[in-house]
């Protein structure tokens, strides 16, 4: 009787699922549709973490990160434009390592459809070559065809310096007086060029994130201290103390002040010390 009825559910089975495909989901053997929809770049990479360092349970697990880069995306005829950017939390050091050149690209297209690589483009679900524009062909599930171009803007540009530091210093406030930084502050310092860092200036007092300036390393280790043409005020460098950057400690050392609304009585002077954590 078991078997019967084991035979009769397989019999059955067919149908039952013939019945749900025609009843909850749409024909799609006849579509036309051959557009590619989203478009954006995932970088994986091998971390390897310790745990119990220094201890007889001491072990080492190797594992394989997978990040999606946040990224703009434009459609424009038969192109898809993708401008990335690093999500928050994206280790520093892998910055330093990402390539369009060995990169995976995720791209979706409509259901029942078909993507296929043309004229050398990168196998999708592989890593590959997207430092120039690749063409794929999309056949839609009619069997109508379109050939799609995807273009990468190159990947933001990040520099050695680029990271989270531990700030300490002073504010000489012309009003307010001297005022100290508070214990474990961190600022992330950001790459404005090959060899500069955007920063914000007393965010820890102002809470102002229009107080910008821009921190320039040379090659001897000094550094320069730049206005950002976009932000709220225009910081100068003080030329009676000199500002540096300690290769060994990975820490820079920085004088420089503003003037609040363009007057000179409402100065304010930093000194400003970043360590990198």
């Known amino acids: 009787m078991k078997n019967i009825l084991k035979l009769g559910l397989l019999f059955a089975l067919p149908f039952l699922m013939t019945s749900c495909l025609k009843k909850n989901l749409p024909?799609?053997?006849?579509?036309?549709?051959?557009?590619?929809?989203?478009?954006?770049?995932?970088?994986?990479?091998?971390?390897?973490?310790?745990?119990?360092?220094?201890?007889?349970?001491?072990?080492t697990r190797t594992t394989v990160q997978t990040i999606k880069l946040d990224r703009k995306l434009?459609?424009?005829?038969?192109?898809?434009y993708v401008t990335s950017s690093y999500p928050a939390g994206?280790?520093?050091?892998?910055?330093l390592k990402a390539s369009l050149k060995n990169i995976w690209c995720v791209?979706?297209?409509?259901?029942?459809?078909?993507?296929?690589?043309?004229?050398?483009?990168?196998?999708?679900?592989?890593?590959?070559?997207?430092?120039?524009?690749?063409?794929?062909?999309?056949?839609a599930a009619d069997g109508s065809q379109k050939k799609w171009v995807i273009s990468v803007a190159p990947l933001p540009v990040v520099n050695k310096w680029e990271g989270v530091y531990v700030e300490t210093?002073?504010?000489?406030h012309a009003s307010a007086g001297l005022q100290t930084c508070p214990d474990n502050y961190t600022q992330e310092l950001v790459t404005a060029s090959?060899?500069?860092?955007?920063a914000t200036a007393g965010y820890w007092y102002f809470s102002n994130p229009g107080i910008t300036y821009f921190i320039t390393i040379n090659t001897n280790n000094s550094v320069t201290i730049s206005a950002d043409p976009d932000a709220a005020v225009t910081v100068q460098q003080d030329n009676t103390q000199a500002s540096t950057?300690?290769?060994?400690?990975?820490?820079?050392?920085?004088?420089?002040?503003?003037?609040?609304g363009g007057n000179p009585a409402n100065w304010r002077k930093f000194h400003t010390i970043f360590t990198l954590q």
């Open 169 to 172: 210093g002073t504010l000489n």
């Open 90 to 95: 994206f280790p520093q050091k892998e910055k």
């Open 245 to 260: 950057y300690d290769p060994v400690a990975k820490r820079f050392d920085l004088y420089y002040y503003y003037y609040s």
């Open 27 to 59: 024909a799609t053997n006849n579509s036309s549709l051959n557009n590619i929809t989203d478009c954006y770049l995932v970088y994986k990479y091998v971390d390897t973490v310790v745990d119990n360092k220094g201890t007889t349970n001491e072990n």
């Open 74 to 80: 434009t459609i424009s005829n038969d192109t898809v």
């Open 194 to 198: 090959p060899n500069s860092l955007k």
């Open 107 to 139: 791209v979706n297209v409509p259901d029942a459809a078909i993507i296929n690589p043309m004229n050398g483009a990168p196998k999708l679900g592989t890593p590959g070559d997207y430092s120039a524009p690749v063409a794929y062909n999309v056949t």
